[in-house]
C-alpha cells in the first residue's frame, strides 16, 4: 500500500522561504511521478511541481517556476519542495501525489495522495 506524508508546512512571511518533505512507502517509485498540487480556500486543486523519480526530469506550473524547485532522495525515498521568495498567493494545503505514467497538471490522473500540510504565507 502506497503512502505518502508530508511535513514541514507552517506559517511564515511574504519573501519566506519553506521545504516541505515527502515520505513516500510502500512500493518501489522507479517509473513513478511524484508532485505536489496546493489547493486554496474556494479554489480548485492546482498543480505545483513534479518529479518522475527515474529520470530526475522536473516540472513547474508557471506560477511557481524560478521561485520553488523540486527534488528528490533516493536513499531516503522523500521528494522535497522547497519554496523560496513565499507570496501570500502561495497560501493553501499542500498535497503530495504520485502515480505511474500520470497526465501531470491534472489531479484525477494521481492514484495516491498524503493528507496535505498547510503553508500559510502573511503579507
Known amino acids: 500500500q502506497v503512502q505518502l506524508v508530508e511535513s514541514g508546512g507552517g506559517l511564515v512571511q511574504a519573501g519566506d522561504s519553506l521545504r516541505l518533505s515527502c515520505a513516500a512507502s510502500?512500493?518501489?517509485?522507479?517509473?513513478?511521478?511524484i508532485g505536489w498540487f496546493r489547493q486554496a480556500a474556494g479554489k480548485e486543486r492546482e498543480f505545483v511541481a513534479a518529479?518522475?523519480?527515474?529520470?530526475?526530469?522536473?516540472y513547474y506550473a508557471d506560477s511557481v517556476k524560478g521561485r520553488f524547485t523540486i527534488s528528490r532522495d533516493n536513499a531516503k525515498n522523500t521528494v522535497y519542495l522547497r519554496m523560496n521568495s513565499l507570496k501570500p498567493e502561495d497560501t493553501a494545503i499542500y498535497y503530495c501525489?504520485?502515480?505511474?505514467?500520470?497526465?501531470?497538471?491534472?489531479?484525477?490522473?494521481?492514484?495516491?495522495w498524503g493528507q496535505g500540510t498547510q503553508v500559510t504565507v502573511s503579507s
Open positions: 501525489v504520485a502515480n505511474a505514467a500520470p497526465s501531470l497538471a491534472l489531479p484525477r490522473t494521481y492514484d495516491y
Open positions: 510502500g512500493r518501489t517509485f522507479s517509473n513513478y511521478a
Open positions: 518529479i518522475i523519480w527515474n529520470t530526475f526530469s522536473t
